[in-house]
């Protein structure tokens, strides 16, 4: 079972989990690379954690990359991860998996928390490992994520894999087995994130059952391109992880690097096919650009058409239809691209060679938001303008990565910012 798991690239873990009676409302919080043109979502978070333990002091919220004092955060965010593992905060589970069932507005969906072998990963756009990175990685994004990571004791995982399992194989069977696991978690989320659940794998009889499963989907795969893992969210995150561990094996023997606990990331493993698993764009704001530029820059990569429309949902069914098409919002008024002809093929390459050009002259400033009315909200403010990208279909993800090779990058999230994944779990990493 063990040489299985480790031809596939994952196993078991030891996970760590609040002590009973922490109120997991306020451990468990989103994952710190939402809300980030939103200072204030973090500060009223902050204010309703209060001095209870939570993961909210074992993270760096991203809206402060910018504007906090790096380094006495990072030694906070130490200070405390210690000082839990010394307080006995944690409670751990050995050599498991977890179910994990979440309910949000767009539905129930169930996850495996598994731990990734980084060996097995590669978010090169080319790769052809058996993890791999979805979207394009922004390399400049990793050293200020592996400040945060190198000296940490422990990680807490917002990453969610997704795997291609039509025969529902894998989790489905655990789902329907659920009442028969011992329940280790089992909360409301705050900040409307809905409430999860997590069952406890732990016996023989299931984790081989999950090996003969995964097997069996792995020998489905083209042996010369085997996709078996494609990442969901958190591909930055991973990236990290994987950068952190090229560093720590080279002072490793052959026998240490085998299963050194920075070898593996903790991860939620989701099926593509759950029918509560919602993809979502993610969508655009520029800062300090005007209308006319932005279209000067857009047509030196498409040919294209404006239609002005009078409300958020005539925009939305517009740009769902066939084709190549965008939103735009600014001021008051909501606009409609077409993309006739293009150097790419959907509508986030195409606003993406727009932002790289943009960033180059210095022309303006980008962020990526999550939700269509965040971003309509942010977009209306004075010289900004928000950018509304079309859904993504599920149905041809792994098929189109295997034929295209990654997504550009920030194309689609799982869900709304709220249904993101909260931090519950955490593992040693050192």
């Given at each position: 079972m063990n040489d299985i798991f480790s031809t596939l690239g994952f196993k078991a873990a030891d996970i760590l989990l609040p002590k009973k009676g922490i109120d997991c409302e306020k451990w468990a919080v989103v994952a710190c690379d939402q809300y980030t043109s939103q200072p204030e979502y973090w500060e009223s978070l902050s204010e309703y954690v209060g001095d209870s333990p939570s993961t909210l002091r074992l993270i760096y919220p991203e809206v402060y990359l910018e504007t906090g004092d790096k380094e006495a955060i990072i030694s906070s965010i130490n200070e405390n991860m210690n000082k839990y593992l010394k307080e006995g905060v944690f409670t751990l589970y050995k050599d498991s998996f977890i179910l994990v069932k979440r309910d949000t507005e767009s539905g129930t969906r169930y996850g495996l928390m598994v731990a990734l072998d980084?060996?097995?990963?590669?978010?090169?756009?080319d790769s052809k490992t058996l993890i791999r990175a979805t979207e394009g990685t922004i390399l400049s994004r990793i050293p200020p994520r592996k400040e945060i990571r190198k000296d940490a004791p422990i990680e807490l995982p917002h990453i969610m894999v997704l795997i291609s399992d039509k025969d529902r194989s894998i989790i489905e069977p655990l789902r329907d087995k659920r009442e028969s696991l011992t329940v280790v978690y089992d909360t409301d989320l705050n900040k409307e994130g809905g409430h999860i659940t997590g069952y406890l794998v732990d016996s023989k009889e299931d984790k081989e059952a999950i090996a003969v499963a995964f097997k069996a989907l792995y020998d489905t795969l083209d042996p010369k391109n085997p996709l078996l893992f494609a990442m969901g969210d958190g591909n930055h995150s991973l990236a990290t992880a994987k950068s952190c561990w090229e560093d720590v094996k080279?002072?490793?023997s052959e026998e240490e690097k085998k299963d050194h606990p920075a070898r593996f990331a903790l991860v939620e493993i989701e099926n593509i096919f759950d029918s509560g698993l919602q993809f979502k764009p993610i969508h655009?704001?520029?800062?300090?650009?005007?209308?006319?530029?932005?279209?000067?820059?857009?047509?030196?990569?498409?040919?294209?058409?404006k239609e002005e429309v009078a409300t958020k949902d005539e925009m939305e069914k517009k740009i769902n239809a066939p084709g190549q098409?965008?939103?735009?919002?600014?001021?008051?008024?909501?606009?409609?691209?077409?993309?006739?002809k293009g150097e790419k093929a959907i509508a986030a390459g195409t606003i993406q060679l727009v932002i790289d050009k943009m960033l180059e002259e210095k022309k303006g400033e980008v962020d990526y938001i999550h939700g269509v009315d965040v971003t309509i909200e942010i977009g209306k403010r004075k010289g900004n303008l928000g950018i509304i990208l079309p859904d993504v279909s599920k149905d041809n993800f792994f098929s189109d990565m295997l034929k295209d090779g990654a997504y550009p990058r920030k194309t689609f999230s799982i869900g709304h910012a709220n249904e993101k994944r909260y931090y519950m779990e955490a593992r040693k990493i050192k």
């Open positions: 980084l060996e097995a990963y590669s978010y090169a756009k080279k002072n490793l655009r704001v520029f800062f300090n650009i005007e209308e006319a530029s932005f279209d000067s820059l857009l047509s030196l990569y498409a040919t294209f058409t098409h965008f939103g735009l919002v600014k001021d008051d008024k909501f606009v409609v691209y077409t993309v006739e």
